[in-house]
């Protein structure tokens, strides 16, 4: 069975960076494109961007292109989400998915909690 | 504030039908298909409707969406309360070149 574990609880200090992973098993990981998501507290869903897995390119939402970066590992099936010059309102659960064609979601990782304070 | 409006809140008793509407644009619902997600406390999202209308395996025949135009609803019929959740819609948005979500409606189950 298709299963997205993400990797923990991570606590920064605004001005640095951090790297979450998303890890797949149960499927082709090159077969499907890897969407990562965020949730404020209180808030909605923001989509922060796509990675193909089969070749590695990328597409990230405006607002984050320039401190984002996602990168996947087809040997380990494994996705990763680097986000740098964090600030507070960076602070979110952070989410990866299986993107079939993009907004159409399948599987999801757990979450991984992101605060950011000094 | 997000691209797709949806209302804050819904409600509705045991047993009810309970529809959430969520409105767009001519760039996103408008020319492309309405995603829609069920969001249980402290949980992950989990796909409830694909395609406009579509359930994945496992989804209650209790869930159907629809779209008109630049809008789409969430219908829920015979509400039970484990229903009690946040619902949130998506769409690609073709000016913007990703999908746009909603700010997601609150069911409580009274």
């Known amino acids: 069975q298709v299963q997205v574990v993400q990797s923990g609880t991570e606590v920064k200090k605004p001005g640095a960076s951090v790297k979450v992973s998303c890890k797949t098993s149960g499927y082709i990981f090159t077969n499907y494109a890897i969407s990562w998501m965020r949730q404020a507290p209180g808030q909605g869903l923001e989509w922060m961007g796509w990675?193909?897995?089969?070749?590695?390119?990328?597409n990230y939402a405006q607002k984050l292109q320039d401190r984002v970066t996602m990168t996947a590992d087809t040997s380990a099936s494994t996705a990763y989400m680097e986000l740098r010059s964090l600030r507070s309102d960076d602070t979110a659960v952070y989410y990866c998915?299986?993107?079939?064609?993009?907004?159409?979601?399948?599987?999801w990782g757990q979450g991984t909690l992101v605060t950011v304070s000094s | 504030q997000s691209v797709l409006t949806q209302p804050p809140s819904a409600s509705g008793t045991p047993g009810q039908r309970v529809t959430i509407s969520c409105s767009g644009s001519s760039s996103n619902i408008g020319s492309n298909y309405v995603y829609w997600y069920q969001q249980l406390p402290g949980t992950a999202p989990k796909l409830l409707i694909y395609?406009?209308?579509q359930r994945p395996s496992g989804v209650p025949d209790r869930f159907s969406g629809s779209k008109s135009g630049t809008s789409a609803s969430l219908a829920i019929s015979g509400l039970r309360s484990e229903d009690e959740a946040d619902y949130c819609c998506v769409a690609w948005d073709d000016s913007l070149s990703g999908p746009v979500f909603g700010g997601g409606t609150k069911l409580t189950v009274l």
């Open positions: 395609s406009n209308n």
């Open positions: 990675i193909s897995t089969y070749n590695g390119n990328t």
């Open positions: 998915a299986r993107d079939l064609v993009t907004g159409h979601f399948d599987y």
